[in-house]
């Protein structure tokens, strides 16, 4: 994905979308370079710094991608529809599979 813009006149809407999307490409990159870095390092210093870092990238990652899903409702379908499940990714990209995780609905929810 390019951070630039392919079409002129977008909305305020899209403009924000796509500065969300570039910046999370961004940190996504940054958390495999971190990650490659310190795969690689063997001074154990530097390699809990470089897994501290790369772990924040994740939470940079993780800030956009929630934006992300509020602002875009099909990206939260998806996203609702995926994470957090357990067994056949493919089948439940599907719908032929019923989740095997529990999901996060307020029905799994246990008050004590
Ligand atoms: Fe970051």
């Known amino acids: 994905m390019s951070s630039a813009f392919i079409e002129p006149g977008l909305s305020a809407e899209a403009v924000g979308v796509h ?12 958390i495999d370079y971190y990650h490659q870095r310190a795969d690689r390092e063997e001074d154990p210093e530097l390699n809990a710094i470089l897994i501290h870092n790369r772990n924040d990238e994740m939470e940079h990652a993780a800030m956009l991608l929630e934006w992300l899903r509020r602002a875009l409702p099909p990206l939260d379908g998806q996203l609702r529809k995926l994470l ?24 799994n929810l246990k008050l004590s």
């Open 19 to 30: 500065r969300a999307l570039a910046s999370l490409q961004e940190e996504l990159e940054a």
């Open 84 to 107: 957090f499940r357990s067994g056949s990714i493919t089948a439940l990209a599907a719908g032929k599979a019923e989740a095997g995780g529990k999901g996060l609905g307020l029905g």
